[in-house]
């Protein structure tokens, strides 16, 4: 019988470790999908983080380099610029890359570094205990805000795609969903794009996939997937938001 479908070569054999129905295993399927479908894995180097995000390095099949908390982007520009001729990519969890990690991610586009990063967008820290994040929403209840996020004392949630798009380095940069077989099919579209980008040698690349966390969400699987739609897609712009002219040829 033929084989029609089969884990990806980008993946190595390890088993995902991530909660039940959290979406960060398919996040990095298609990441994986995209390394192989492009013939890149043996020359990728991904930057692996802090949180639940830090366990990437554990499941992809090319090599890595460990970053501190939010620095993921500092290293990936040191290997890059070391090694120009490699792929570079960070995976980050919003946490990581909206917080500690904000002025790499914004030096990072507005000097145009050619690397790709991957934000994975849960509006929480999934880790190290669910407390309220950059991207959490107004009103949603955290370790460290119980009675939900006030405006009024912790600000807006940060929509970090929205201001890379605005910086000049940031060729590309896509806000997608893994919600539903349409949106992942989408989501792997914006993700190979970004990695087309960098083989071009065209600018900084930035996908935001948002995610589910039932565990610090306090909900079930299917409702963690009914809650992301329902709240998180009104509030963070999706789709392509900046495609540059010399992009729009790939």
């Not at 970090?160 to 989408?186: F, H």
């Not at 900084?204 to 963690?224: E, I, K, Q, R, Y």
């Amino acid at each position: 019988m033929e084989k029609i479908f089969g884990r990806s070569k980008g993946l190595t054999d390890v088993p995902f470790s991530f909660c039940p129905g959290c979406t960060h295993g398919i996040i990095m399927r298609l990441i994986a999908e995209v390394l192989e479908e492009l013939d890149i894995i043996e020359d990728t180097i991904g930057i692996s983080p802090v949180g639940c995000a830090g366990f990437c390095q554990d499941f992809f099949s090319c090599d890595f380099v460990g970053a501190a908390h939010g620095r993921a982007q500092a290293v990936g520009t040191g290997v890059k610029r070391a090694l120009p001729d490699k792929i570079v990519f960070t995976y980050q969890g919003d946490g990581d890359i909206a917080a500690i990690g904000t002025q790499h991610a914004i030096h990072s586009a507005a000097r145009g570094e050619k690397i790709t990063s991957i934000m994975v967008n849960n509006a929480i820290f999934g880790m190290t205990g669910g407390q309220m994040a950059p991207t959490t929403l107004e009103g949603m209840k955290t370790s460290t805000s119980p009675y939900g996020r006030n405006i009024g004392t912790n600000g807006y949630p940060i929509d970090l795609p929205k201001l890379i798009a605005n910086l000049e380095g940031a060729v590309y940069v896509a806000s997608v969903s893994v919600d539903s077989p349409k949106n992942i099919n989408q989501a792997k579209k914006a993700i190979k794009k970004a990695f087309q980008v960098q083989q071009a040698g065209l600018g900084f690349a930035f996908v935001s996939v948002l995610s589910t966390c039932p565990t610090n969400w306090g909900l079930s699987p299917s409702d963690s997937l009914k809650w992301l739609r329902e709240n998180m897609m009104p509030v963070y712009e999706m789709g392509e938001l900046k495609v540059a002219e010399e992009v729009k040829s790939l």
